[in-house]
């Protein structure tokens, strides 16, 4: 249930609220947002009379939540949540630019692309270090040589680093890591998000191959539930009948996301696609649904990498998304990447 306060409410009041609310016993979530303050009432709110509380001076309105996931509820959160990445604020009407290999190869790989993709406007670097591939006999990354590697890449590019994690076991390993994701193979690896709920680290949660959005959300309610709210949704791609992508990119996805959530959304057109003619077309489509971020995979070599180069971008290539991606950000009235 959630509870809208009256704009200018009088604290003694809103106290003795409280304190009714507690002797009621449901738990309670204050959220002071910058146009309304929203409590949330949690737990077993049945014996509450919701005529009652609406009679209340400060109270502007109540409602039964029907969604079962809170924590990531845009109702009890109204403002959308900004996450901090060594200053780049990801959220919030900003817009930043993933980018990188799928696999971590090499160090002079991982330098290399990590210079031109920071030269083109890239604001955070993405790696593979621990892949999940569908071959046992495929290379499966360079795991913590990988990460490394990773890191020598953000020393001299300055660009945070975001690298998926397989293994709740592996959390001491990414402990240097800017944002974990939690690959599709793994968004109801229920196990793992609760332990990644108890970090304080930004999650980046992509949606699984055959989940719901609500699937999609109830996975961050997991992670938040233990106190980590740190977390990037991701849309990227959904299986469908459809043979001649890898996968279907659900657009409408972006917007239901943020009206159901407050948390930032970022598209993967990279592996929604699994071609890379596809990339740009579908960045631009992404930008203009709302999102607020891409994630892109780039290859100095695409033809040789060891793992996604069909869907992998060259540098150049990549350039010119990033200036069609600023073109439709100016048309819809925001800033460029960055
Ligand atoms: C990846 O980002 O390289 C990856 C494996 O993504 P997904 O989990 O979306 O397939
Ligand atoms: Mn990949």
Redesign the pocket.
């Given at each position: 249930m959630i509870v809208i306060l009256k704009n200018g409410y009088d604290e003694r009041q809103l106290e003795s609220l409280l304190n009714w609310f507690d002797g009621m016993d449901v738990g309670v979530q204050i959220n002071e947002g910058e146009q309304t303050t929203v409590i949330g009432l949690v737990g077993d709110t049945s014996a509450l009379d919701i005529e009652l509380i609406k009679a209340i001076d400060i109270v502007e309105s109540v409602s039964r939540v029907k969604e079962p996931f809170r924590k990531a509820n845009r109702k009890y959160h109204p403002d959308d949540t900004v996450i901090d990445v060594r200053g780049r604020k990801i959220g919030g009407g900003s817009f930043h630019i993933m980018a990188g290999p799928?696999s971590v190869e090499s160090e002079e790989q991982i330098c290399a692309i990590a210079e031109s993709v920071k030269e083109s406007g890239a604001t955070i670097l993405r790696g593979?270090a621990f892949?999940?591939r569908t071959s046992p006999y495929d290379f499966q990354g360079m795991k913590s040589e990988g990460l490394d590697l990773l890191f020598l890449a953000r020393e001299k590019t300055g660009l945070p680093i975001v690298s998926?994690i397989m293994n709740a076991n592996h959390i001491e390993l990414f402990e240097d890591v800017d944002i974990i994701?939690v690959?599709?193979?793994n968004m109801q690896n229920f196990e793992l998000l609760r332990e990644l709920g108890m970090i304080k680290k930004p999650i980046l949660l992509?949606r699984g191959l055959a989940n719901t959005l609500q699937e999609l959300l109830m996975s961050a309610e997991y992670i938040m539930a233990g106190g980590n709210e740190d977390i990037i949704l991701c849309e990227?791609g959904i299986r469908t009948f459809e043979t001649y992508t890898r996968n279907t990119l659900d657009l409408a996805a972006i917007p239901l996301l943020k009206e159901l959530s407050h948390l930032p959304v970022v598209v993967?057109p990279s592996?929604a696609t699994g071609i890379s003619r596809l990339v740009k077309p579908m960045s631009m489509a992404a930008v203009a649904a709302g999102a607020d971020a891409l994630i892109i995979e780039v290859h100095n070599d695409p033809k040789n990498a060891l793992c996604?180069g069909a869907q992998s971008l060259t540098p150049d290539v990549f350039a010119d998304v990033v200036s069609a991606v600023n073109d439709v950000l100016k048309a819809v009235g925001k800033l460029p990447v960055g």
């Amino acid at each position: 249930m959630i509870v809208i306060l009256k704009n200018g409410y009088d604290e003694r009041q809103l106290e003795s609220l409280l304190n009714w609310f507690d002797g009621m016993d449901v738990g309670v979530q204050i959220n002071e947002g910058e146009q309304t303050t929203v409590i949330g009432l949690v737990g077993d709110t049945s014996a509450l009379d919701i005529e009652l509380i609406k009679a209340i001076d400060i109270v502007e309105s109540v409602s039964r939540v029907k969604e079962p996931f809170r924590k990531a509820n845009r109702k009890y959160h109204p403002d959308d949540t900004v996450i901090d990445v060594r200053g780049r604020k990801i959220g919030g009407g900003s817009f930043h630019i993933m980018a990188g290999p799928c696999s971590v190869e090499s160090e002079e790989q991982i330098c290399a692309i990590a210079e031109s993709v920071k030269e083109s406007g890239a604001t955070i670097l993405r790696g593979g270090a621990f892949k999940p591939r569908t071959s046992p006999y495929d290379f499966q990354g360079m795991k913590s040589e990988g990460l490394d590697l990773l890191f020598l890449a953000r020393e001299k590019t300055g660009l945070p680093i975001v690298s998926e994690i397989m293994n709740a076991n592996h959390i001491e390993l990414f402990e240097d890591v800017d944002i974990i994701q939690v690959g599709a193979r793994n968004m109801q690896n229920f196990e793992l998000l609760r332990e990644l709920g108890m970090i304080k680290k930004p999650i980046l949660l992509k949606r699984g191959l055959a989940n719901t959005l609500q699937e999609l959300l109830m996975s961050a309610e997991y992670i938040m539930a233990g106190g980590n709210e740190d977390i990037i949704l991701c849309e990227r791609g959904i299986r469908t009948f459809e043979t001649y992508t890898r996968n279907t990119l659900d657009l409408a996805a972006i917007p239901l996301l943020k009206e159901l959530s407050h948390l930032p959304v970022v598209v993967d057109p990279s592996h929604a696609t699994g071609i890379s003619r596809l990339v740009k077309p579908m960045s631009m489509a992404a930008v203009a649904a709302g999102a607020d971020a891409l994630i892109i995979e780039v290859h100095n070599d695409p033809k040789n990498a060891l793992c996604d180069g069909a869907q992998s971008l060259t540098p150049d290539v990549f350039a010119d998304v990033v200036s069609a991606v600023n073109d439709v950000l100016k048309a819809v009235g925001k800033l460029p990447v960055g």
